[in-house]
C-alpha cells in the first residue's frame, strides 16, 4: 500500500507512477468545466448526439451503458487488440440505453469516453496535450502521461496485470504519481482551477439510492466527475476511486480536516473499501 497526504503542501511523498484508472474521471471532468467557463462547452448541451445532456453525461445519468461485461473482461484476459469503439458498442449491446436520460444514476465507462472525445475535439489535441493545457502546466505537475501501449505501463511501480493493453481503458489511460494526484485535487477543492460557483456545481451530487457495501461512505452520491461522501463533519469528502486489472486508487480531499486535507492511496488489491478504507484511516490519525 502507498500513501500521499497533503495540505497544500506536501507532507508525505510518494513519486511512484501508478495508474489512475477512473480517479481520471475527475480530471476530464474538470477539463470540461474549464471549457464551459470558457464558454467553449455547455453543461446544457448534447453532443455526439446523446439523449443526455453534457451535465447528466457526467453524472453519470445520461442512461448510457457501462461496458464492464462477461465479454470485455474476457477479451482483457484473453490479451486481445481493444476493439474499436464501435465494435465495444456492438459486442457489448452499449448503444442501447437504460432509460431515458435524467430519470435514474447508471455508472458508465462509455459516458466518459464521449467526454475524452469532446475534450479532444474542442481542444483539437490529442489527450495528454489538453490535461496539461488545461490542468498540469499551471499547476507545475509534469510527470503525468496518457499510457497508449502496453509498454508505456513498464514505468509503473504499482502492481499491474502482465500484457494489459491500456486502450482497454476508454476513456484513457492516465499514469501518474500519487503526489500529483493530491496536488491536482487539492488545487482542485481550493478553487484554483475552476471557479469556487463551478466546483459546487461539480460537487452537486445524484445520491446513490444502493447498498455500496463495506466501503467506508456514509452518505455517497456522485457529482461530476467525482464521488462524493455527503455526510456533514470531517469526513465529508469528494474525490474519486479508480480500479483496473492489478491495482486500485483513492484520491480524497476532506474539507473539513486541518482547513482542508488531500490524501491518496493505491494497492495491488481489486478491493476498493481497502484502499479506501485506508483514506479514511489516515484522516483519522491526522
Given at each position: 500500500m502507498k500513501c500521499t497526504l497533503v495540505n497544500h503542501k506536501l507532507v508525505q511523498k510518494s513519486d511512484a507512477l501508478v495508474p489512475w484508472?477512473?480517479?481520471?474521471?475527475?480530471?476530464?471532468?474538470?477539463?470540461?468545466?474549464?471549457?464551459?467557463?470558457?464558454n467553449q462547452l455547455s453543461l446544457?448541451?448534447?453532443?455526439?448526439?446523446?439523449?443526455?445532456?453534457?451535465?447528466?453525461?457526467?453524472?453519470?445519468?445520461?442512461?448510457?451503458?457501462?461496458?464492464?461485461?462477461?465479454?470485455?473482461?474476457?477479451?482483457?484476459?484473453?490479451?486481445?487488440?481493444?476493439?474499436?469503439?464501435?465494435?465495444?458498442?456492438?459486442?457489448?449491446?452499449?448503444?442501447?440505453?437504460?432509460?431515458?436520460?435524467?430519470?435514474?444514476?447508471?455508472?458508465?465507462?462509455?459516458?466518459?469516453?464521449?467526454?475524452?472525445?469532446?475534450?479532444?475535439?474542442?481542444?483539437?489535441?490529442?489527450?495528454?496535450?489538453?490535461?496539461?493545457?488545461?490542468?498540469?502546466?499551471?499547476?507545475?505537475?509534469?510527470?503525468?502521461f496518457v499510457a497508449i501501449n502496453p509498454e508505456d505501463l513498464?514505468?509503473?511501480?504499482?502492481?499491474?496485470?502482465?500484457?494489459?493493453?491500456?486502450?482497454?481503458?476508454?476513456?484513457?489511460?492516465?499514469?501518474?504519481?500519487?503526489?500529483?494526484?493530491?496536488?491536482?485535487?487539492?488545487?482542485?477543492?481550493?478553487?484554483?482551477?475552476?471557479?469556487?460557483d463551478m466546483l459546487e456545481h461539480m460537487k452537486d451530487a445524484y445520491m446513490i439510492p444502493f447498498d455500496i457495501g463495506n466501503r467506508p461512505w456514509q452518505k455517497p452520491g456522485y457529482g461530476l466527475g467525482l464521488m462524493i461522501d455527503a455526510v456533514e463533519g470531517r469526513f465529508h469528502s469528494f474525490g474519486h476511486t479508480g480500479s483496473g486489472p492489478g491495482s486500485t486508487i483513492a484520491v480524497y480531499h476532506f474539507p473539513n480536516v486541518n482547513s482542508g486535507m488531500t490524501v491518496a492511496a493505491t494497492s495491488e488489491s481489486s478491493d476498493q473499501s481497502i484502499v479506501e478504507n485506508k483514506v479514511t484511516n489516515l484522516i483519522k490519525i491526522h
Open positions: 484508472w477512473s480517479f481520471g474521471k475527475t480530471a476530464l471532468a474538470t477539463c470540461v468545466l474549464k471549457l464551459v467557463e470558457e446544457s448541451k448534447h453532443y455526439f448526439g446523446q439523449a443526455g445532456t453534457l451535465e447528466q453525461v457526467l453524472r453519470h445519468e445520461s442512461g448510457l451503458k457501462d461496458y464492464y461485461c462477461k465479454a470485455y473482461l474476457e477479451a482483457v484476459e484473453r490479451n486481445e487488440i481493444p476493439w474499436t469503439f464501435d465494435v465495444l458498442l456492438e459486442k457489448t449491446n452499449s448503444q442501447i440505453l437504460l432509460g431515458p436520460a435524467g430519470k435514474q444514476f447508471h455508472y458508465s465507462n462509455i459516458g466518459y469516453y464521449y467526454i475524452r472525445r469532446l475534450v479532444e475535439n474542442t481542444m483539437d489535441m490529442p489527450l495528454e496535450k489538453a490535461l496539461y493545457a488545461l490542468i498540469f502546466d499551471e499547476l507545475k505537475i509534469k510527470d503525468v513498464k514505468v509503473c511501480t504499482q502492481g499491474i496485470k502482465k500484457e494489459y493493453h491500456p486502450s482497454w481503458l476508454y476513456h484513457g489511460m492516465i499514469i501518474g504519481s500519487l503526489n500529483s494526484a493530491c496536488i491536482f485535487l487539492d488545487y482542485l477543492a481550493s478553487g484554483k482551477i475552476i471557479s469556487s
